[in-house]
Structures are given as C-alpha cells and as structure tokens.
C-alpha cells in the first residue's frame, strides 16, 4: 500500500499551495485513493477520497475543500451533489462525461487507468468534470492523453515502469507530462512527490 506526501505549488509562478498526505491500494475490485491536504500553513485544507472499479470508472468520490463538499459516482455519465459551505443548500450536476478530475494526483491515476494506453498508439479524447479549487466548482473540460514513452528503471525491488505520459487540453491548446509509476504520480505540474513510504503498486497488481 503506497503512502508518502506530495508538496502542492502553483503551475505557473510556483509558489507553494501545500502538502498532500496519501495513502492508496488495489484491489480485486478497483483501486482506492484517500488523502488529507494542508496549506502552506500547515492547517488542514481539505481531503480526496476516490474509488474506481477494475475498469477505471469512478465509483465513488468524496472531496472537501474550504469547506465545500463534492460527493460523485459514475452515473447516466458523471453525477455529482455540491454542497456549500454553510450546508443549507445542494446543487446536483449531471454530464456524459467518462470521469472526474481536479487537483489531486489521484486524478491522473483513474485516468490512466481507465485510458488503458499502450506505449507509441494513437492517443485517446476524454471528457472530464473538474472540479476547480478552492470552492470546487464544476467545469466540463475535453482532453487527449498519449502514452508517448514507458521506460522500466532498476530498484532494489526489481524493475520499475515509469510512464511518460502527454496531455493536451482540447480547449486552450496547453499541453504538459504527467509520469507515472504504478499509481504514483512521479512529476505533474503543479505537484511533486517528496516522499514515499512504500513502493508503488504495479499496474494490475492484486
């Protein structure tokens, strides 16, 4: 089971955003992803919880930040509930979309998963909810996702495949690499891995 800390920064003028405390694990049924997020300062921030079934569909996500709440599924699409901070009042959203996404490494994992990419094929379009800090508001996005390199690395547990991954923005023609290894986020924009307690799972592992 993979648990260590990501350090959170702004993509664009780096300055730091907090830290994202992990921990994740596979199973016969899926993969489940729980985390809990500081600021800058140190004080809680808000907190990620996502499960997707062995086909990389969301089955289940549960996200709080400054104390606004999403709970979401796969359903007729993506469906989800928002709440607001005072908690008297819901907003319910529905898109056929394939899945959710947002700040949280966590999301470039599902994503993966569900694509099922293979290294130097075609990429794949995928439309995305995400849901944007700090007020997780909801924004229908498309994206294309390439698997342009998979590269196995020598560890003291035996080989590690790392994939480099492509992504386009379809509607503001930004691209970056996300690379992964087994369902850790080595390098994104906007994050980096600063510790890891426990190798990765491999891709499929039990």
């Given at each position: ?7 959170l920064?702004?993509?664009?003028d ?5 830290e ?14 729980v985390?809990?997020i ?9 907190s ?34 928002r ?8 907003t319910?959203?529905?898109v ?6 947002g700040?949280s490494?966590a ?12 290294p130097g ?9 995400h ?5 997780l508001a ?14 196995a ?5 035996g ?7 492509q992504?386009?923005a ?11 290894a087994?369902?850790?986020v080595l ?12 190798p990765?799972s ?5």
């Amino acid at each position: 089971m993979p648990r260590g800390r990501y350090s959170l920064h702004d993509p664009h003028d780096h300055s730091p955003l907090g830290e994202e405390h992990f921990h994740c694990a596979t199973g016969p049924s899926g993969w489940r992803y729980v985390s809990q997020i500081t600021g800058p300062s140190g004080s809680p921030a808000g907190s990620v919880d996502l499960a997707i079934d062995d086909l990389g569909r969301p089955i289940r996500l549960q996200m709080r930040s400054a104390d606004w709440q999403v709970r979401g599924a796969a359903l007729d699409g993506v469906t989800w509930v928002r709440t607001d901070p005072t908690g008297e009042h819901a907003t319910e959203g529905n898109v056929r979309a394939h899945a959710f996404t947002g700040t949280s490494p966590a999301f470039y994992v599902a994503i993966a998963r569900l694509l099922r990419l293979s290294p130097g094929r075609e990429g794949k379009r995928i439309r995305l909810v995400h849901f944007t800090a700090p007020v997780l508001a909801p924004l229908t996005t498309d994206q294309s996702w390439a698997l342009v390199a998979r590269t196995a690395h020598a560890t003291d547990n035996g080989p590690l495949e790392v994939d480099e991954y492509q992504v386009s923005a379809l509607d503001t023609g930004e691209q970056y690499a996300v690379h992964l290894a087994g369902d850790v986020v080595l390098a994104a924009p906007g994050l980096e891995l600063e510790d890891l307690e426990s190798p990765p799972s491999p891709w499929g592992a039990p």
